[in-house]
């Protein structure tokens, strides 16, 4: 079948004159190599090394000032030159500085914990055998790990910073080409966009000869260039610096193109991803058996996951027990701002399903009118658009002082108490009424297998800017990827979000 009926011409780039030309390419070059793998693993060096030695020197200021120890006591001037390298050997040895754009947040942070403490717990048995002679504070190991701690997960989250904030701008990212079936390339671009992932733009997709492209394919960013048979015409036109493959044929000669592909691929300096449901599954470890050239697939243990809970649990105890104290010290001027404005009550009973199926309620900052459930049952307009993602923008029923709650997140206070009776969680999935569960479909189940959350996944990708499908996918998401790392991430996320009042409404 020829190619040239779905075949979609690459928009070429309007000619400029040569001093245009000629001020671009340096730009150009400089966000290139700022693209390169290669650059940003030495950034990652600098930024560790930086931060070891800055939390190194601040733990003896501290030390010097508030313990009054003198600096022959603390380690000699030159330690820099032994424990610099001896950090980023065991940093390296945990992966730390590899494909750093492959890593999700909360990975990075498992990894500075994990590789510190072990670094760490290294060097002071070093410092036994190869400085035995010296004295060294434990008092400054001691804070020097809390410093360095910090310090790591400040740099290496600012260097993520940085390259996001260069990614939405549309600098130093690698350029896409997707081959293989479009309704899972499709899937597959979905994902990147529901994590907010940037670092590489797609140019579209070369499908197969014989298939047609899907009549949603007008929702969908993806374009399609063409047959995969003129991949390689396509990804030279595009300049492609990465193929994602997924083909449905997993026969043998489907994998004899996939690897003609990759070697191909190789041999021009491409990077190849392979997409399959294969490695969905995140609860699954990968290994290759060099005897039979196989990946085995390995479960993970089960007792990292039941310390994540206890951890997870403790952590529920202290933030609910904290956010407690500060909801009773907010409910007398939230009280009394409600009761000047409209003199209805201070609370909000809202419904819920719990991982029980059964119907239950936690306390909110009343924020609407006291007959808004009316309002919005005689008003046909306004129940259409609330049906259609369970929030309204610019909701007429909202209070004055309710817009400024919503605005801070304050009205989600009092669930702290939901949270330290043990009914909810700090983080997790959304809680949905039971309107909302009918919406889940079959997936309700899944979402019911964990309690529901104050703040989430979803909260911090988008807060009330994401669709009611956005919000479905990453609930799942969110379930399936559930570690105490990403609950980590997503509260340092929500204080964040909180404090910039951005998508609250």
């Known amino acids: 079948m020829a190619t ?25 070059q400089f966000w290139s190599f700022l693209a390169r793998a290669a650059v940003k693993r030495l950034l990652l060096l600098a930024a560790d090394a930086a931060s070891l ?63 510190a403490s072990f670094s760490f717990v290294a060097l002071a048995c070093a410092n036994f055998i190869l400085f035995k002679s010296l004295g060294f504070s434990r008092y400054l190991l001691v804070v020097w790990y809390l410093l360095a701690l910090m310090f790591l997960l400040l740099a290496r989250f600012a260097l993520r910073a940085f390259y996001n904030a260069l990614w939405k701008r549309g600098f130093a990212r690698h350029t896409a080409l997707l081959l293989g079936g479009l309704d899972r390339l499709a899937a597959f671009e979905r994902r990147l966009a529901m994590q907010r992932y940037r670092a590489f733009s797609i140019a579209g997709a070369l499908i197969e000869p014989g298939e047609r492209p899907v009549p949603s394919r ?5 374009r399609v260039l063409g047959s995969i048979a003129d991949w390689e015409e396509v990804a030279r036109r595009v300049g492609a610096q990465l193929v994602v493959i997924h083909f449905a044929d997993s026969s043998a000669a489907g994998h004899a193109r996939v690897l ?90 809202r419904e819920y399903v719990g991982m029980d199926g059964r119907v239950h309620h936690f306390l909110k900052f009343r924020t609407m009118v006291c007959n808004a459930e009316d309002i919005l049952a005689s008003d046909a307009s306004l129940r259409a658009r609330f049906e259609s993602n369970f929030k309204l923008k610019d909701d007429p029923r909202v209070l004055r002082c309710g817009r400024f709650l919503r605005k801070y997140s304050l009205d989600e206070f009092p669930q702290f108490f939901s949270i330290l009776a043990g009914r909810i969680t700090a983080v997790g999935p959304r809680a949905i009424t039971p309107a909302a569960r009918l919406r889940y479909g079959d997936l309700a189940p899944r979402l019911l297998s964990m309690k529901p959350g104050l703040t989430g996944f979803w909260q911090v990708m988008g807060r009330q800017t994401t669709t009611f499908e956005e919000k479905v996918q990453m609930d799942m998401f969110y379930i399936e990827h559930w570690s105490i790392w990403l609950d980590l991430v997503i509260l340092a996320k929500t204080i964040w979000e909180v404090f910039r009042a951005e998508g609250a409404y």
């Open 218 to 222: 007008a929702e969908l960013s993806l």
């Open 4 to 28: 040239k009926p779905i075949l979609e011409a690459v928009p070429r780039i309007k000619a400029r004159s040569d001093a245009d030309a000629s001020g671009a390419r340096p730009a150009a």
């Open 260 to 349: 003609a592909i990759v070697r191909r691929c190789r041999q021009q300096g491409i990077d190849v991803e392979v997409y399959s449901h294969l490695f969905d599954p995140p609860d699954l470890r990968f290994e290759r058996d060099d005897f039979s050239g196989c990946c085995r697939l390995q479960s993970q243990p089960h007792w990292p996951r039941t310390v994540e809970r206890l951890v997870k649990g403790a952590l529920d105890v202290a933030i609910g027990l904290l956010g407690s104290l500060a909801t009773l010290a907010l409910m007398p001027f939230v009280g009394l701002v409600l009761k000047l404005e409209d003199g209805g009550p201070v609370f909000h009973r």
């Open 53 to 115: 030695v800055a939390s190194h020197h601040v733990a003896e200021v501290i030390l010097q000032r508030s313990m009054h120890l003198s600096a022959s006591f603390l380690n000699p001037g030159y330690y820099y030159f032994f424990y610099v390298p001896f950090f980023a050997a065991l940093l390296y040895l945990f992966g730390g500085y590899k494909s750093p754009d492959l890593r999700r947040p909360e990975n990075e942070l498992e990894l500075i914990f994990k590789g």
